[in-house]
T-cell receptor, first 112, second 115 residues
Framework: QKEVEQDPGPLSVPEGAIVSLNCTYS??????FMWYRQYSRKGPELLMY??SSGNKEDGRFTAQVDKSSKYISLFIRDSQPSDSATYLC????????????WGAGTKLIIKP | ETGVTQSPTHLIKTRGQQVTLRCSSQ?????VSWYQQALGQGPQFIFQ???????GRGNFPPRFSGLQFPNYSSELNVNALELDDSALYLC??????????????FGAGSRLTVL
C-alpha cells in the first residue's frame, strides 16, 4: 500500500462546476500538506499549503485537512478550462527525511 | 527574480550510457532537491543537497549521484542507464532544508528517454 493514495482520474466536469479532489494517507506523522498543479510538459507549481488540520482558502481554491481521518481535499469553485491540469497532493512530516511524499496525481479536464 | 532552470529539456540515451542533468536554483535559495517522475506517477525523491552536502536520499541506487556548487546550482548524474530510468527529472530549490516548512519551487524538468 502506498503512503499516499490519489485517484488518477481523469475527472471531467463542465465549466463552472465545483471540483473536489482528494488524497488519503497512512502516516500519522505528516503535518505539512500541499497541493500542486502540473500542466503538461511543465514542473509542478504550488497551489495551496496547509500546516496540520483545518481549512485554507485562496480565491477559488479551498484546501481542507482532516488528520483524524488522514484525508485531505482541494475544492475548486467556478472551474475554468484553464484549470485543466494534473493536481498532485504532497505531504511531509518530522520523519520524512527531507522529502515530500506525493500522490500519483489526478488529471482534471474542464469542458467549456 | 529568476526561477529554477533545468537543462537539457529533452535527451535520448541508450542503455548503459551515462547522463548529467543540470539545474540553476532560484535566487536566494540554498537547498536543491531532485525528483524522478515516471509517466502517470507522482514525483519520487532522489536526494537533497544543502550547503554542497547530500543530507537526504530516497530509495535510489548509488549510480544516481549529485553535486551542489557554491552558487547553489546542481547536477544529477546517472550511470549505467537502464530502460526504467526513462522519466521526467525535476529539480526543486528552496530557502531551507525542510520541504514542509519551505516551499519548493520546481523547474520544468528534463525528460530522459533510455532506449
Amino acid at each position: 500500500q502506498k503512503e499516499v493514495e490519489q485517484d488518477p482520474g481523469p475527472l471531467s466536469v463542465p465549466e463552472g462546476a465545483i471540483v473536489s479532489l482528494n488524497c488519503t494517507y497512512s502516516n500519522s506523522a505528516f503535518q505539512y500538506f500541499m497541493w500542486y498543479r502540473q500542466y503538461s510538459r511543465k514542473g509542478p507549481e504550488l497551489l495551496m499549503y496547509t500546516y496540520s488540520s483545518g481549512n485554507k482558502e485562496d480565491g477559488r481554491f479551498t484546501a481542507q485537512v482532516d488528520k483524524s481521518s488522514k484525508y485531505i481535499s482541494l475544492f475548486i469553485r467556478d472551474s475554468q478550462p484553464s484549470d485543466s491540469a494534473t493536481y498532485l497532493c504532497a505531504m511531509s512530516g518530522v520523519d520524512s527525511n527531507y522529502q515530500l511524499i506525493w500522490g500519483a496525481g489526478t488529471k482534471l479536464i474542464i469542458k467549456p | 527574480e529568476t526561477g529554477v532552470t533545468q537543462s537539457p529539456t529533452h535527451l535520448i540515451k541508450t542503455r548503459g550510457q551515462q547522463v548529467t542533468l543540470r539545474c540553476s536554483s532560484q535566487s536566494g535559495h540554498n537547498t536543491v532537491s531532485w525528483y524522478q517522475q515516471a509517466l502517470g506517477q507522482g514525483p519520487q525523491f532522489i536526494f537533497q543537497y544543502y550547503r554542497e552536502e547530500e543530507n537526504g536520499r530516497g530509495n535510489f541506487p548509488p549510480r544516481f549521484s549529485g553535486l551542489q556548487f557554491p552558487n547553489y546550482s546542481s547536477e544529477l548524474n546517472v550511470n549505467a542507464l537502464e530502460l526504467d530510468d526513462s522519466a521526467l527529472y525535476l529539480c526543486a530549490s528552496s530557502r531551507g532544508q525542510d520541504p514542509g516548512a519551505n516551499v519548493l519551487t520546481f523547474g520544468a524538468g528534463s525528460r530522459l528517454t533510455v532506449l
